[in-house]
Structures are given as C-alpha cells and as structure tokens.
C-alpha cells in the first residue's frame, strides 16, 4: 500500500464516535455557516449594482475585498487557531460573520458594504481553519471514521449552500434588510450552539498547542499543497467560465441544472461512499476532471445549434460532464482533508489547513488569468483543451507519485 494511501478499520465505534452530541454541534455549526452567507451571495452583487445603483465595478471591488480577505488571511487564521486553540477561534469566525451582516441592517453605504466584506472574509478565514481542526483532530486515530466525518463535514456545507440561495431568491431583492435579519439570527444561533459546548475541544495531549514550521516541511504535505493546487486549478471553472459557458451554449435554464447536478451527487456520494472516496487514489479524481473538460470540448463543437434545439441530448451531456466534475470535486477535496489532518502534527493542523486554502487561492487566480487570456484570443474550445492537457498533468504526476511511494 503506498504511504499516502489512507488505511481504513471497520470499527463498530466509528457509528458511536459520530452521534456524539459535540459531533452533531459542529456539523450543524457548519451547515448554519454555510447557510446564514449563501442567502445573500448569489444575489448581493446585483442588488448592490442595481438596486442601490453603484455600479456593477464597485460590486466587483466588494467581491474582491472578500475573497482576497478570506483567502490572504487564511494562513493567519490557521496560525491562531493552532496558538490560541480551534474553539475560541471559530466562534470568533462566527462573530465576525454575524457583525458583517448587523453593518447591513441599516441602509448600506459604501464605507458599510466595504467594512462589512471585509469581516465577511476574514471570518470565514478563521472559521474554515479552526472548525476543521475542532472537527477533523477527534478522530486521527480513528481513520474511517474521519474519512465519514470528513464526507459529513463537506454535506453540511453543500446543504446549507443549497438552501440558502432559496431563501435569498424570496427576501434579497424586495426584502434586503429582513433577509439581513435573517442571517444575523442564523449566525446567533451558531454562536450559542458553540458557546453552550464548551467542553467539546478534547485536549490533545500534546504539551503546547504551538504550531512548528518544521511539520509543514514534509515531502508528504508538500504533495497535498500541489494536489490542493490541482484541484483548484479546475474547481476555478465552478463559479466563473463555466456558468457562462453553460448559459451562452444550453440557456439559462441548464445552469441551474447543472448546480442542482452538483449538489445532488455531492450529497448522495458523500453520504454512502466516503470509506470507498478515502481509498480511491488522486488520479481518478484528476482523471474526472479531465474527462469534464473534453465534454465541454465536445459541446463546443460547430455553433451550437444542435445543443439549442435538442434539451435531451443538452440535459444528458450537462448531466454526465456535471457528475464528472463533482467526482473530481468530492474525491481530491476528501482526500486533502483527510491527508492533511493525517500527515501533519496535531499542533500544526490549523496552519495546515490555512496554508491548504492559501494555495487553493493562488490556483483560482492564476487558472482565473490564464482562461480569461485564452477565451479572449482564441475561445471556449481552446480553454477546454488546455485545461484538459492541464488536468492530465496532473493526472500523470499522481500516477506517478503512487508508483514512487510503493
């Protein structure tokens, strides 16, 4: 078995282990962080565009301010969680959250929207890190049931993102301020939920909870940092070229289609399969990938009109190439998660996972200019194929490390 292959035991505790009442906290505080900001973010450009009329650039600078927020002080997130310990620093994330969305209460002004994406990323910058850690570091020497922990953790994230667009679809355009209410409840709610269990951070038995450099030097974390940075080199498509895509080629209507896609296969995979995602190696994941690129190469063909005039034909291809992308998706995001918490010490496993993001970060940005280069010169059949050739580097590389590590 190679040395990054995950070995699972089939312990009749792991069932036990996960209907822990501190297992049920965290996941729901998980799905109430997910939900409470996806009520709003499908909708807040266009409403901040529109119906406050700023403009559609300074939409965009609010969108930035957040992401380069959440994703620039991630690793400092991670760094605090592993010093000043996971609880104390999720529920600061929680905080911050809920403060971002109260700035919006009142009319938004333009210093109260900046302000409040500010605490928007840096909250999920703390939050992601420490809930991980909080989470994922219970059951380290309980292998199957992390890889089932980790399955769960990403279902309540996938829900809540889920549900919340449903809610915004009915309050964010007519009704902003009591969607804002909303959210600020939701995120109330989750403080109390980790307020009230308090003794849910088993002690880890370490000494000191400081962080060392010196874990994050091996050549096993250093493989889930490019395997991190792959994943995201593709999952970049998600929410930028390939909703567009879709649109331009299929209609509007396929779109929504291909997100309920997406979620529907997270959550049924990672709910009956997640011991099979935990041994089944990277390749297969970048192999998905692959294979989602060259249907969307394939629909690129010609100008169209075959796929305009023919929905069966436009639902099947969306079908297939969607469950091809979640595959990827849910298999290398399992498998970093699982990495991560195994390979890197207990003390360091917050900095883990922030530097996890960062690198994650770096890949949206660069995958992000390098396909807005080529659709611009040479169009969408060509950024499919490069991201095709792309994800077959990656591919190979995986191959060949789990040959090496044999």
Not at 282 to 295: D, E, H, P, R
Not at 370 to 394: D, H, R
């Amino acid at each position: 078995m190679s040395k990054l292959e995950l070995p699972l035991n089939s312990s009749r505790s792991d069932r036990r282990l996960l209907i822990r009442p501190w297992v049920v906290v965290h996941l729901g505080s998980i799905l109430l962080f997910s939900l409470g900001s996806s009520i709003i973010t499908p909708y807040f450009a266009i409403y901040v565009a529109k119906t406050l009329g700023y403009g559609l650039a300074f939409a965009g600078v609010l969108v930035s301010v957040k992401v380069v927020a959440q994703r620039a002080t991630s690793l400092l997130g991670g760094m605090l969680t592993d010093m000043w310990g996971a609880r104390p620093l999720a529920l600061a994330g929680v905080v911050l959250r809920l403060s971002a969305f109260a700035l919006l209460l009142k009319t938004p002004t333009h210093t109260t929207l900046l302000a409040s994406a500010l605490l928007n990323g840096v909250g999920a910058a703390i939050y992601h890190p420490a809930l991980r850690k909080l989470l994922f570091e219970q059951f380290r020497n309980f292998p199957s049931a992390l890889a089932r922990v980790v399955g769960l953790r990403n279902v309540s994230l996938n829900l809540g993102a889920a549900v919340g667009p449903l809610l915004g679809a009915l309050l964010v355009e007519s009704h902003f301020t009591l969607a804002c209410e909303v959210i600020v409840a939701v995120y109330a709610i989750n403080v109390g939920l980790l307020m009230f269990f308090r003794r849910s951070e088993v002690p880890l038995g370490l000494g000191s909870q400081s962080f060392r450099w010196r874990d994050l030097r091996s050549g096993a974390f250093l493989n889930t940092l490019w395997l991190q940075f792959g994943l995201f080199a593709a999952y970049s498509h998600f929410e930028f070229l390939m909703p567009f895509y879709f649109e331009q080629r299929f209609g509007s209507t396929f779109v929504a289609g291909a997100f309920l896609v997406n979620t529907v296969v997270v959550v049924s995979i990672q709910l009956t399969c997640s011991k099979r995602i935990a041994e089944t190696p990277a390749w297969v994941g970048y192999a998905s990938f692959v294979g989602f690129f060259l249907c969307c190469a394939i629909s690129s063909l010609g100008d169209g009109a075959f796929w305009q005039t023919s929905p069966a034909a436009s639902m099947m291809l969306i079908g297939f190439s969607m469950t091809l992308f979640t595959v990827g998706e849910v298999l290398l995001g399992n498998r970093i998660d699982l990495m991560t918490t195994r390979i890197v010490s207990s003390r360091s496993t917050g900095t883990a996972f922030g530097a996890v993001a960062m690198v994650g970060a770096l890949a949206v940005v660069l995958s992000n200019g390098m396909n807005t280069y080529l659709l611009e010169l040479k169009g969408f059949l060509i950024v499919w194929l490069v991201n095709a050739i792309v994800g077959l580097i990656f591919l190979v590389y995986s191959l060949r490390r789990a040959r090496f590590d044999d």
